[in-house]
């Protein structure tokens, strides 16, 4: 089974256009080095919860909204050495990270072992 990367984060709605440009460019960079799929979504209907949520959860303020992700990997050794391979690349290692088009810190990530892909 496929390993997959999963994200969640907020992203200021002024930020929209310059967070598609960093999508793409970071799924050739990250596709490049083998992963399968990059898959990018942007919120519109995800409702605030009273106890958990999305937003929540990234602490999204009223003037952003929820980007949920993911990369599928053909394993958890391909998304290791995946990862390695993207972070020596010229290409992500010219992008200034304190210039993201959203706060890194509230991103919830994790890797994930696929149990069913119909």
């Not at 969640?8 to 990250?30: C, D, M």
């Not at 390695?84 to 810190?105: I, L, N, T, Y």
Request: charged residues 25%; hydrophobic residues 45%; proline residues 5%.
């Amino acid at each position: 089974m496929s390993y997959v990367d999963g994200y969640v984060l907020a992203v200021p709605l002024k930020n929209k256009t310059q967070y598609i440009e960093l999508a793409e460019a970071s799924a050739a960079v990250f596709k490049d080095h083998g992963a399968i799929a990059v898959v990018e979504n942007w919120a519109d209907d995800v409702p605030e919860g009273e106890v958990t949520s999305l937003p929540m959860a990234v602490k999204c303020e009223k003037d952003e909204v929820v980007v949920f992700s993911w990369i599928i990997w053909p394993s958890r050794e391909a998304r290791d050495a995946g990862n390695k391979a993207v972070m020596e690349d010229p290409r992500f290692a010219d992008w200034d990270m304190s210039k993201m088009p959203f706060d890194g810190k509230r991103m919830i990530f994790g890797g994930f072992n696929t149990i069913v892909n119909r």
